[in-house]
């Protein structure tokens, strides 16, 4: 990942500390770049060296030193100079010299890091394309889920979305902060007809695997898929926002895509101006205070379930139909409203969803 000319520029800089010429070679033992040509022969010298497994190895007017990177082999130093413990100490120095800057420029260059600046916008157009050739990271149907961990640390969640993905074929897991894990998943070989499908059974996969393996309830949110590394950032937002309609108006749901929001996504959009208007029509200049009964809810919200079917309801609620009946009428007087029929049962439901939001921009406040 790091250029040849930047690896050049490093040995001219050892070479102007030193005075002695440096010359870089590849694990393989291919020349790489060098402050002077190759002197004869020590490119066989250095292929021994290295299937050798020594860190440093005595030439006739040189020393080789092995340059390992995250405990691997990834280049051999051969500097031009007599062997002596002061020259071994400057060698040691420039292969920490070396290394430094192959790990600065593989930080640079992370794909992990890529991906998650693109989430954040921090990326141009042609900075993605560029940076994305040097990385090997091609343009393929992907969908951002993002997993929130409400308040357990992400730090667990985080290890086991790594050993659910299948990082090494193209997924991407990034934290976003103490309490969210992003994973960009690559679904490309997924048919497009069973595709929605599919999103939604990675969905459940994640949400069942961290509260099976290390007891994290968490929320799952995903976005559109995306063919266009730019666009990556458009899916997180989708991903964000499908997490937070269902904060607001799904508690109930523990996995959000963004292309399911229902009639959520339009009253989350809604100026606060409109929704005020609307509730002062619905319930006048005060909030009925059977909104905040436990009971009352509680059935309307059963009610809701089994599509307005008073027997069924009274049946799961283990009360007789007349008891459930009563409790509708009382509802009715306090709410203005009877649930009882379509009409009024729609208008209630986008009611309190609305509520929901104004109570939730005045707390955001």
Known sequence: MITNQKLKKALDEIKNITSYDVILY??????LTGTVEEPAHCDVFVKEFIVSGEDIERGTDFIAFEVEIDSELEYVLLMLCPYTDGNLVIGRMAVCQLRTLVLGES????????????ILGNMLG?????????LHIDNKKRVVYVIDTGKNSNEVALELVKNLSDIRSGDFVVAMDEHSVVLVKDVDDIDAQKLH???????SSLVDNLLAEAMIKVRVGYGNPTEILSKIAESYQ????????????????????????????LIYQLPMSLCEMFIREVF??????????????????KFFENNLNISETARQLFVHRNTLVYRLERIEKAIGLDIRTFDDAMIFKIATMVLAHIKDSKHMR
Not at 284 to 301: K, V
């Open 26 to 31: 590849s694990s393989k033992g291919k020349h």
């Open 107 to 118: 930080e640079r260059y992370d794909r992990n890091n890529f991906i998650q600046n693109i």
């Open 126 to 134: 042609s900075d993605i394309i560029n940076r994305a050739k040097k």
């Open 197 to 203: 499908e599919k999103l939604a059974s990675i969905a």
């Open 238 to 265: 989708e991903a964000k926002l499908a997490l937070e309609v269902g904060r607001l108006f799904y508690v109930e749901k523990e996995i959000m895509a963004y292309d399911r929001l229902g009639i959520g996504r």
């Open 284 to 301: 006048g200049d005060t909030i009925p205070d059977i909104l905040d009964d436990e009971e009352a809810m509680s059935t309307i919200s």
